[in-house]
């Protein structure tokens, strides 16, 4: 299996442009999870899905950010406008309730830079 | 709230030694599931070792163990015969499964330096 692939890998932005942010989970897998992490607060959850429906959006920072899973093998984590301070790198990562769903698996991350 | 503390912001190592880093965890549930992840500098992160909160055996992989003390809320790692690959930042993570959700919660981390 190719493991959890998010795109791009790196983005440069301008602020106030919109981000889209991409991932592919692992096939099979029925939970996706969006993190970011960032030199000062660490590794934080954004929102998880189940089956493509968002289960959890309480670590989503504001309505800038907002994310989609419309299927079961695509999620986008959109942010518009952005913000200098929004700049972090943010991961997906994918586990599956048939087998040891505690586990996740991440994807490489993107990093992101809006000047 | 379950909190997860990793004490030591960074430690280093002589290749082929051995190193424990250490992670404590506050939770009122019972059942629950504990990992350590670890992050070199291309930034991916990779499961280490996972232990179940109802094993009292303490989880091994190859050079990497854990000492799992249940009632004293403590997952230390320890790494034996550490290599250069090794130097990377470690993250311990912890997740509760009694509400049916599946949330991480991630300690700060530990930023490991294995010297030739």
């Known amino acids: 299996d190719a493991g959890v692939i998010q795109s791009p890998r790196h983005e440069v932005t301008e602020m106030g442009q919109e981000v889209t942010l991409r991932c592919k989970p692992i096939?099979?897998?029925?939970?996706l999870f969006w993190y970011r992490q960032t030199m000062m607060r660490g590794l934080e959850l954004l929102i998880y899905?189940?089956?493509?429906?968002?289960?959890?959006d309480s670590g989503m920072p504001e309505d800038r950010f907002s994310a989609k899973m419309p299927n079961a093998s695509f999620s986008t984590l959109k942010i518009q406008p952005s913000e200098p301070r929004d700049s972090a790198v943010y991961f997906c990562a994918s586990s599956y309730i048939r087998g040891p769903q505690e586990t996740q698996y991440f994807g490489p991350g993107t990093r992101l830079l809006v000047l | 709230a379950q909190t997860v503390t990793q004490s030591q912001p960074e430690m280093s190592v002589q290749e082929a030694e051995t190193v424990t880093l250490s992670c404590t965890y506050d939770?009122?549930?019972?059942?629950?599931?504990l990992f350590w992840y670890k992050q070199p500098p291309s930034r991916q992160m990779i499961l280490v070792i996972r232990?179940?909160?109802?094993?009292?055996q303490n989880a091994t992989e190859n050079r990497f163990s854990v000492n799992f003390q249940k009632a004293a809320k403590s997952f230390s790692l320890k790494i034996s015969d550490s290599q250069l690959g090794d130097t990377a930042m470690y993250f311990c993570a912890f997740m509760e499964t009694s509400s049916g959700t599946y949330k991480y919660i991630f300690g700060t981390g530990t930023r490991l330096k294995v010297l030739a």
């Open positions: 096939s099979g897998h029925d939970y």
């Open positions: 899905f189940n089956n493509n429906v968002p289960i959890d």
């Open positions: 232990q179940e909160a109802y094993k009292q």
């Open positions: 939770t009122s549930e019972n059942n629950y599931y």
